[in-house]
């Protein structure tokens, strides 16, 4: 086959918030662009730092890397314009099929069209991948995902897609009926076409990911016990959709030290541990390690040298005998984040990676013993939860107590997918009473019922924002009205689609409002009509919160490294662009004077602590920059987590 026409291998580099996907992605680009392929490498994380990494400018367009050997090539994905693309060539048959087969006008479909879709990422990613890759002869196309959860959703793409060409089938057959019993003689047309094309792209695309041969994918994974698990259970609902990992990269694995050292010693010790974990687990797929680095590599040039220190795994060696130094008393300071006492809502945000769980749980933990008189609520939006993990405890979609926190803290772990069957089946509920009631013996209802089912079956993309908006709400309101709730989000990308999503959510509702009181006739109003005017009141309630600094704070966490400094920097500009109040940057794993390495990482880090104490003077309301120093392993449990968040410190000299 021409070279021109032969389709390019897609790979895949997928992993825990913060292993270093980006990094391994496109180091793995530099080398095979170096060997000889053309290469185009995609990020498809809302929160892109791709450009970050090769230290060039990117945008939707594939752009060719200067600097790097070969042909190289690198996009970051514009989901929204991905969408409007797609749905441009659509837009006519949707309108056909809408008015066909639902009581909609053509002013009622432009505006449902024209609204905001809150999860178009994970919609449209698979399919601009393939429009990307089909648009020059590339060998090979290397995707840079975004966090596991969404990583996963994002595979799940080809089945969310044949949904959709279902429910616009058992849309268009209310058409196909009425045709042919008004004695008409029904003929396919474009809408049919358009409907045949979407179930042939969900088709194609499934065919690619579960074939080796086409598709292979990469689990970055850190030599720790918290990404170890979540790569394990990524595995498991990988192998559930039909695919295989092919390589599993072991990233950051930690020198021996050159002397005893109460930092390097026990990492080193540990990290032996899950390595020889790590290579029997993974035993069917080819693991590689890569070394720690002092400093995060940026640019063609360093990416090459990373990816060419690779090497496959090997016996790991034992760690220098000998006692390592105590690390030297540090006196608790108290909990000294800025949280107002009258707040009602605090967010945890940041790169993925950068312990935003544990600062959300130490967090959770000072204030409820600072307000014991008040309900408080931990809660997970993230979909690969870590919440549990932190607190060395069992958690669930259920609210329940912390072992050894204080009484009046409660945490939850949300889960989607229990939520949204919840929802779905309330309103499947609410369709048979109408159709048992109104439409009964109406044979062309039956085609509408089917429809409204369908619908409830196709999870809408931004679920996991969309229901954590929900969750919020909820227990900032009557029964629960908890009287402060700390949220653990998901990496910054999502995070910022959470924050967006009110005003985008309002959109949704408001044009709802207008289509029911319109066909009121029709359908009737009933509990949703009732549900929707009260969703509406919560939502311009969290909308004011979000932007009330007497009851809303945004902790903004963060390392003193390059990449998570540049991706906090942009964070803070959204944040001030949506008007949420920034309550503190707070720099996690701020490395202490030890051993060779961790007197020169001091070294390396102090530029950044500078950097990001300048954000923290210009942004935050302390004008001070809260640090927390490097431990490991990380605290677990609410007495070590505690104690933690005790130790936070903060220095405007930048020095200990």
């Keep these: 086959m021409d070279d021109a026409v032969t389709p390019p291998r897609l790979s895949f580099c997928g992993g825990k918030g913060g292993v270093g996907k980006t990094t391994c992605a496109a180091a793995a680009a530099v080398r095979a662009a170096s060997e000889g392929s053309r290469v185009l490498v995609v990020s498809t994380d809302p929160a892109h730092s791709l450009a970050d990494a090769l230290a060039v400018e990117l945008g939707p367009d594939a752009r060719r890397v200067h600097g790097a050997r070969g042909e190289l090539y690198a996009t970051e994905l514009d989901a929204d314009r991905a969408l409007g693309r797609w749905l441009r060539v659509r837009d006519q048959a949707f309108h056909t099929i809408a008015s066909r087969g639902t009581y909609l006008d053509d002013e009622d479909i432009d505006r449902m069209l024209s609204l905001s879709f809150p999860g178009v990422d994970e919609l449209v990613g698979l399919i601009e991948l393939l429009r990307l890759a089909k648009a020059h002869p590339y060998d090979e196309v290397i995707v840079d995902t975004a966090p596991t959860g969404h990583t996963l959703r994002l595979l799940e793409m080809p089945e969310t897609l044949a949904r959709l060409a279902q429910v616009l089938n058992d849309m268009h057959e209310k058409h196909r009926f009425l045709t042919t019993s008004l004695g008409g003689a029904w003929a396919p047309d474009a809408a049919d076409e358009v409907i045949d094309d979407i179930a042939r792209e969900a088709a194609e695309l499934h065919a690619i990911l579960t074939d080796r041969s086409r598709a292979s994918f990469t689990w970055v994974t850190l030599p720790e016990e918290l990404p170890v698990r979540e790569s394990e259970d990524a595995a498991e609902a990988m192998a559930e959709l039909g695919i295989a990992l092919a390589v599993v990269v072991v990233n950051r694995v930690w020198p021996v030290p050159d002397r005893p050292c109460a930092r390097c010693t026990p990492r080193v010790s540990e990290e032996r541990t899950w390595r020889l974990y790590l290579a029997r687990t993974f035993a069917g797929a080819r693991v590689i390690e890569m070394p720690a680095l002092l400093v995060e590599p940026r640019g063609p040039r360093a990416l090459l040298e990373l990816a060419l220190a690779a090497r496959d795994a090997e016996e790991p060696p034992t760690p220098p005998s000998g006692p390592a130094p105590g690390a030297a008393a540090k006196s608790a300071r108290g909990f000294c984040l800025p949280i107002s006492p009258s707040a009602e809502l605090v967010l945890f945000g940041g790169k993925g990676g950068v312990g935003k769980t544990s600062a959300a749980t130490a967090a959770a933990l000072a204030l409820a013993e600072e307000r014991p008189r008040d309900r408080v609520l931990v809660l997970s939006t993230d979909p690969a ?65 089917i429809v409204l089912e369908d619908l409830l079956d196709l999870a809408p993309p931004g679920i996991d924002e969309l229901l954590a908006l929900v969750t919020i709400t909820e227990a900032l309101s009557p029964p629960a009205r908890y009287d402060l709730v700390i949220a653990d989000t998901a990496p910054t990308g999502h995070t910022l689609r959470l924050l967006e999503l009110p005003a985008k959510a309002l959109e949704w509702v408001h044009a709802l409002m207008v289509v029911v009181l319109k066909y009121r006739n029709v359908v009737g109003l009933g509990d949703f009509a009732s549900d929707l005017t009260d969703f509406a009141h919560q939502l311009r309630g969290l909308m004011a919160l979000l932007t009330d600094p007497t009851r809303a704070a945004f902790v903004a966490v963060t390392r003193p490294a390059i990449l998570p400094r540049l991706e906090t920097a942009r964070l803070v500009r959204k944040l001030k662009e949506l008007e949420v109040p920034l309550a503190a940057i707070l720099v996690n794993a701020v490395t202490e004077p030890g051993c060779g390495r961790c007197n020169a990482a001091v070294e390396v880090e102090r530029s950044e602590l500078v950097e990001l104490s300048k954000l923290a003077v210009s942004q935050t309301r302390s004008k001070q920059l809260v640090k927390a120093r490097a431990i490991y392993p990380g605290p677990r449990g609410a007495n070590a987590l505690a104690r933690w968040g005790s130790a936070w410190f903060t220095d405007p000299r930048g020095s200990f």
């Design 385 to 449: 939860h870590s919440l549990g993990d932190a607190f060395a405890a069992e958690l669930s979609d259920d609210e329940q107590p912390v072992p050894g926190a204080p009484p009046n803290l409660v945490a939850r772990e949300l889960d989607a997918a229990r939520a949204w069957a919840s929802q779905r089946e309330r309103y499947r509920s609410a369709i048979d009473d109408l159709f048992s009631s109104i439409f009964r013996g109406n044979m062309s209802a039956s085609y509408d019922r």
